[in-house]
């Protein structure tokens, strides 16, 4: 059910978010205005001095975990459309299901990202932070390649529409991105792309500071993912459709917390129920 809902609620932003990065949103109603997914962005947050934002994330990522990277982000939802092509090419194809794997985490290129992004912005650079900032990857990716693709289809609708009598939809027009900004876009994405679909969220879980910020907070969250042994018959199920490799299966099942982005796909991988979002608990120290 939760994998259900964060679903529901990752497309919605997906949706939005693109539309709006491609400045075609005006049909939608007053009351939906997606420019609020621009604003409940962390680094768009940090960069505007918008505290209501940040503290509002890091104290949802203390609840429930990295659920941000999963179900807020566009770049992470994007990863997400990816891993589903390349799952569903790899069926059709009838190629052998990967093997569950553990991925260590790689903590020290972690954290010097996270903080030579950190000593950029303390000195009034924003270069490196918005070079790494998924937000502004999947802006530029948006602009450059999903506006020409997204301006098409509009001004095929507004064609159509003007010549019944309908202006819901109005003519826009595009102007090409350089050769220097385009294949400056390809390059980013495609590596993005390929380290998705070879390491799963290697991105997201080492080189961008967004997600790594987030996840010292979500080491510490209220409900995280939690595996009861008793009912785990080794099947491996959740460590195989664990789009971060963070569930170590050779080692009782622990899960890295740090890297896990909350998209609850174990829970509903699992045939046997025992994984499930809970509160934990400290445990009790034998004097």
């Known amino acids: 059910m939760m994998q259900k809902i964060r679903q529901i609620i990752a497309a919605i932003v997906f949706v939005l978010s693109t539309l709006y990065i491609c400045g075609i949103s005006g049909f939608l109603p007053e009351w939906l205005n997606p420019k609020i997914l621009v604003e409940i ?46 799952k569903w090419i790899k069926k059709k194809r009838k190629i052998k299901r990967a093997k569950p794997h ?42 450059a390649i999903l506006t020409p693709i997204i301006t098409f289809v509009n001004n095929i609708f507004a064609s159509v529409g003007n010549a019944a009598g309908n202006y819901t939809f109005n003519f826009k027009e595009y102007h090409l991105p350089t050769f220097a900004v385009l294949s400056t876009v390809i390059l980013t994405i495609g590596t993005i792309v390929y380290l998705d679909i070879k390491y799963n969220r290697l991105w997201c879980n080492t080189l961008c500071p967004v997600g790594t910020a987030l996840g010292l907070a979500s080491r510490l969250s209220l409900f995280r993912i939690t595996i009861n042994n008793d009912k785990c018959v080794d099947c491996k199920a959740c ?42 608990k400290k445990r009790a120290t034998n004097d």
Do not use: E, W
């Open 41 to 86: 962005q962390l680094i768009p947050a940090i960069l505007s001095a918008s505290f209501v934002t940040v503290i509002a994330l890091i104290a949802l990522t203390f609840i429930i975990g990295r659920v941000y990277c999963s179900a807020i982000c566009p770049l992470g939802i994007f990863q997400d459309l990816v891993m589903r092509l390349s």
């Open 239 to 280: 460590a195989r459709t664990c789009k971060s490799n963070v569930i170590d299966h050779l080692n009782d099942y622990k899960v890295d917390h740090s890297r896990c982005v909350s998209c609850f796909n174990c829970i509903d991988s699992c045939k046997k129920d025992a994984l499930s979002l809970s509160v934990i």
């Open 102 to 143: 553990y991925a260590q985490a790689n903590n020290v290129l972690r954290y010097s990202i996270l903080l030579l992004t950190a000593l950029f912005l303390l000195f009034g650079s924003t270069y490196l932070v918005l070079l790494l900032d998924p937000y502004s990857i999947f802006g530029r990716f948006s602009a």
